[in-house]
């Protein structure tokens, strides 16, 4: 996306213009075909992680029923909650070294899936009033958590996940087969599509990059053997929310990791939302931003409670969206109402759930490698936008080296209490934590000599 303010003449709709029917569809479409993949991508690794196949169909269609709602609450903001923008929301990547742990959590301890899922829904809950909290004080926030503090932890995301696609890219853990030259090939020919396609200068083909790749690369798997469709299981025709339907829990050791991926997301969102406000020619600055930076982010949180009740994972507002309003020219939020309604209505229907859930691991990991790549790029980006000076270089390299040793080496901690190990033995948390004290104790270098 391009940071440079965008000239009248390329929004064909403004934030408060009515699109007619047809046209306002169209434009909805887009924004599905760009966030679809990455809704449902982490519910998929997550089940496919933590051994929720059964529930994985259910999981998919509250992950974008969920998803509709929040983007109408972005779109219409009501009673102040929202931006007042067409801000997609969706199923976040931070989360899901967070909810894996906290996951893994009571899997170690013997749990079944309905109390995996009651853990993880009851931690979000909770972290979901971080970030509603925090919205209300956004801009002391920034003080705190720079843009240093930010691209250090969404780096760390990044890398950190990047384990998890190049692992389905192989076969997936413990797969028989793993890194067998056909799923290689596999992986390889979903990455090359997606790099091919995104190189093209027509925008749907972009736009539809990941989802082609996924199609072409179950086409393939399907043909040679790979994939051999399996029976669907007999589901509803529709899918009902039903609020805590795998129950209630609560761990502090589970829930600290999760919260410090809250207070992330609330500075992430605030850029995400800054950059739609320059594209859709909204002020940057002053009480109105303010305002409806406040009220996006609270929507965000809103989102994510949410979904903790609904039995989904936590909503983020999806950044690449941005784009799809920069190429087609349209900033209506009233188009934010279709995007929510078309996400519902996908939603309704588990049997959508049951099919995904087939897709091959290395066509998987082909599509997820780009997605977290991305996200460590993301955050490499943001990294650049903070001075490159002594003091920034010394708190990336402790949290860096912290951080991302600790994953490589999760045995350093175990002679440690649980509660320790737990918190800190998450890359996220040990090099986030790391960033944001070293952020507040190290004091800033001069920027001209002294007199």
């Known amino acids: 996306m391009s940071p440079e303010h965008p000239t009248h003449s390329d929004l ?53 029923m969920v998803s509709g709602v929040g983007t109408l609450i972005q779109a219409r903001r009501p009673f ?20 894996l742990a906290a996951g893994m959590l009571v899997k170690a301890r013997g749990g079944s899936a309905d109390e995996i899922l009651a853990m993880i829904f009851g931690v979000c809950f909770f972290g979901a009033f971080i970030e509603m909290v925090l919205s209300r004080f956004i801009g002391r926030l920034q003080r705190i958590v720079t843009p240093l503090v ?19 890219l192989g076969g997936g853990a413990q797969a028989e087969n793993f890194g067998a030259p056909a799923n290689l090939a596999l992986g ?17 083909l972009r736009l539809s990059a990941i989802i082609i790749g996924l199609l072409l690369g179950s086409l393939v798997a399907w043909l040679s053997g790979v994939l051999v ?46 950059a739609n406000c320059m594209i859709s020619r909204q002020p940057i600055n002053g009480p109105q931003y303010l305002q409806r930076i406040k009220g996006g982010v609270f929507g965000d949180g809103v989102s994510s409670l949410i979904a ?40 309704l229907f588990p049997m ?3 099919v995904l859930q087939q897709i091959p691991k290395p066509v998987l990991g082909g599509a997820t490698l780009v997605m977290f790549g991305t996200v460590a790029a993301a955050g490499i980006r943001i990294l650049g936008q903070a001075p490159m000076d002594r003091r ?5 390299a402790t949290s860096f080296g912290i951080g991302l040793g600790i994953s490589s080496q999760p045995e350093l901690l175990n002679q440690m209490p649980k509660l320790v190990q737990n918190v800190f033995g998450s890359a996220i948390t040990s090099g986030g934590l790391t960033a944001i004290v070293l952020n507040l104790l190290l004091p800033l270098e001069r920027t001209t000599p002294p007199e």
């Open 229 to 274: 469709p399996k029976a669907l299981p007999e589901l509803p025709l529709i899918s009902l929310p039903i609020p805590f339907r795998y129950g209630f829990a609560f761990d502090w050791m589970a829930f600290v990791p999760v919260a410090l991926i809250y207070l992330i997301t609330a500075i992430e969102t605030t850029g995400d939302l800054t």
């Open 352 to 354: 959508l759930g049951a």
């Open 392 to 396: 920034s270089l010394l708190i990336m």
């Open 12 to 64: 064909i709709y403004g934030l408060d213009d009515r699109p007619a029917p047809l046209p306002a569809f169209f434009a909805a479409l887009q924004h599905v075909l760009a966030c679809f993949v990455g809704i449902v991508t982490p519910t998929l690794i997550i089940g496919g992680v933590l051994g929720l196949h059964e529930q994985l169909p259910y999981l998919i269609s509250m992950g974008l």
């Open 150 to 168: 930010t691209g250090i932890v969404i780096t760390i995301i990044g890398i950190s996940l990047i384990k998890v696609g190049i692992t389905d």
């Open 188 to 204: 390889v020919l979903v990455l090359a599509t997606i790099i091919a396609l995104n190189r093209l200068s027509n925008p749907w």
């Open 308 to 347: 903790a009740v609904f039995n989904t994972f936590p909503n983020t507002t999806f950044s690449q969206n941005n784009g799809v309003i920069q190429l087609s020219g349209v900033a209506s939020r009233h188009v934010g109402y279709y995007i929510g309604a078309l996400l519902i209505v996908l939603g």
């Open 80 to 99: 102040g909650i929202g931006a007042g923008m067409i801000c997609v929301q969706g199923t976040s990547f931070a989360f899901l070294s967070a909810v």
